[in-house]
């Protein structure tokens, strides 16, 4: 067949609609434009320490100032990444620490199965025994 691929160019011009396009669709995101481009801009991960957390007033206006201190309460009480470590690691030693002990319990159960096992042959045994000698004992008396 033959390469079905398309040339690439090396500059790209945008269509001259693309700009009415995008302002036709401002007006149903007329309260959330203007967050969209101050979050972008100041996008940040947050840091390993807690911290003063403030929530823009653009985006609170219609929260009140109990919800507000809610809020702050919340975020600050949230835990750090540190912290998230912290607790991931006992998590994980605990973890371990279970598999640990359960491991040695299955080895213990095993081995007393194990010698169940054993006694109930030997129990076998005798009891075989046992039989044989009193069907001689009864060839015997016969």
Do not use: W
Request: proline share 4%; glycine share 4%; aromatic share 2%.
């Amino acid at each position: 067949m033959g390469n079905k691929r398309r040339p690439t160019t090396l500059a790209h011009t945008p269509d001259a609609g693309s700009g009415k396009k995008s302002r036709d669709l401002d007006r149903y995101f007329r309260d959330t434009v203007s967050i969209l481009g101050a979050e972008q801009e100041e996008c940040r991960m947050p840091s390993l320490s807690r911290g003063s957390h403030s929530i823009s007033p653009t985006r609170s206006e219609h929260l009140t100032e109990a919800g507000m201190a809610k809020i702050k309460e919340l975020i600050q009480n949230l835990p750090s990444k540190d912290e998230l470590a912290v607790m991931l690691t006992k998590l994980k030693s605990s973890v371990q620490e279970q598999i640990s002990t359960l491991t040695s319990e299955v080895k213990q159960i095993s081995n007393r199965v194990g010698d169940l096992e054993d006694d109930r042959e030997q129990i076998m045994d005798r009891l075989q025994y046992l039989e044989q000698s009193q069907e001689r004992n009864e060839a015997k008396i016969l």
